[in-house]
């Protein structure tokens, strides 16, 4: 069923800091937020919006099932929703139990983002 492929339990235990083969093998849930912002901030033409893509769509994109009401398919849709979007990345909630976890460098880009005010950059 794809509902629950697009489930929100916690994957992991919780670390304090990040290791990122740790952060790779998906059996923590590093919950570290970037503390200021870099002077290059993560861009979402060439890194936010195909990691969304390549990540997000399956449920929050047409036919998904949490489409339309978590609907993530252009930046203005996913700025709208960022707060709840950086909630649920640093929860571990999303992305779900069954899905790939995100990579290391994905967490800290799209976790960067967010706490830069996810620019359309």
């Known amino acids: ?12 235990s919780v670390q304090t800091s ?3 083969s740790a952060a790779d093998s998906g059996d923590v849930c590093p919950q570290v937020l970037p503390t200021s912002c870099p002077t290059q901030v993560p861009s ?3 890194e936010i919006a195909s990691l969304v893509q390549q990540r997000c769509l399956g449920c929050h994109g047409p036919g998904g ?7 993530f398919t252009s930046y203005a849709k996913v700025y709208a929703q960022r707060r709840n979007m950086l909630g649920m990345v ?3 909630t999303m992305p779900p139990l069954g899905a790939t976890p995100l990579a290391a460098q994905e967490r800290r ?4 983002w967010f706490v830069c005010n996810a620019p359309d950059n």
């Open 44 to 46: 979402y033409q060439s």
């Open 18 to 20: 990040v290791d990122a």
């Open 65 to 71: 099932a949490a489409y339309p009401a978590r609907d």
């Open 1 to 12: 069923m794809v509902l629950a492929a697009c489930g929100s339990s916690p994957r992991g």
């Open 109 to 112: 880009d799209l976790l960067t």
């Open 90 to 92: 640093y929860s571990c």
